[in-house]
């Protein structure tokens, strides 16, 4: 996360949502929701869970760097495909 309440922390990106440029990411942005019991046999309660945040408040983590960097794309040594990687070490991002 670059910014928000949650600036700083760390976490496996869920889900993307490409057509809301949105993305879930595990363990950030909870919300809590108020649920009525179900007869399918849900949960009643107040239930926290994630939601989608804005994909510009999210960047990758670079080990190397030790900081979460912005993408870069350049083509391979073969010229045929694009690789991914780190604008802040230039290192090829897995």
Known sequence: MISGKDAG???KVLKVLREKGRVVVQGVNFIKRHTKARAAGKESGILEKEAPLHI????LWD???NK????GLRRSKDGKSR????????????
């Open 56 to 59: 510009s408040k999210v960047a």
């Open 9 to 11: 922390k760390r976490g």
């Open 83 to 94: 690789e991914r990687v780190s604008r802040s070490t230039g290192e090829v991002l897995g």
């Open 68 to 71: 979460g960097s912005r993408v």
């Open 63 to 65: 080990a190397k760097a």
